[in-house]
């Protein structure tokens, strides 16, 4: 059992190549146990190639990861009972219905059968998914779809878990139910990892933030000293005013050569 004075993730120049193109690129990540780390970044900038490695979805190119203190590559089997993931394209059995994906699932991560049954059931309830129970996975909504995923991800009660934009797709009701989830998984000492473009989530939930663009890390910490690192570059900006997450995410992303465009569309409208 490693000591749990490790890392939850790290990884050590961790490299994507997809052919001539490098998706992801000497990215040396520390998520602490515990954190809530927002991992954020434009369109294209290598979000979900990273979790995709980290979660054992995609094989690095080079470079390292470690999860609770050990080697991925060399622990893999093990760790992955210990994660939890909500990829990109959700990878859910379309021909099941929920709960026999939920009994798979659980089965799969060596739950016993009543612990899976009881479980299953609680999620769904907590879902509001319940009355669903009939239907296949195939004919559910995007946002039922996200739910499901949601519940199989955490079903063992991971101790890490990596969600790549958990709040896109899902309605005011059921993004309430998610935040709560997660702050409780946090408070029961799990880490998450989550990508998110929605920056007012992130800014409610995440203590901590790292931002990467084009596949280069260009900011990690916690919000605070992010917010601090932007106001201290800043001068002429009126004393007191506390920066936003979009505005230290845009400042970040100007400063490192990404800055919103100044021309318009003149002809549309
Ligand atoms: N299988 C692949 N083959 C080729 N290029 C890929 C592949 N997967 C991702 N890429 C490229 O890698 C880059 C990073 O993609 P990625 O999906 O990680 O971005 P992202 O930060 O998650 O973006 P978004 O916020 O739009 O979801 C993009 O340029 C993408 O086109």
Known sequence: MAPSTHAAVRTLALTRRFGDFTAVED?????????????????????STTIKMLTGLLAPTSGTIEILGQDFAAHTVELKRQIGVVPEGLALFGRLTAPEYLRFVGRMYGLDAATTKQRTEELLDFMSLADQNKKLIADFSHGMQKKLALSAAVIHAPRVLFLDEPFEGVDAIASNTLKLMLQGMIARGATIFLTSHVL???????THIAIIQRGHLVAQGSIEELRAGVQARQTGEAPGERLTLEEIFLNVLGTTGVAPPEQELSWLG
């Open 27 to 47: 990215v040396n990540l520390t998520v602490a146990p515990g954190q809530f780390f927002g991992f954020l970044g434009p369109n294209g900038a290598g979000k």
């Open 200 to 206: 007012e989530i992130v800014e409610r939930l995440c």
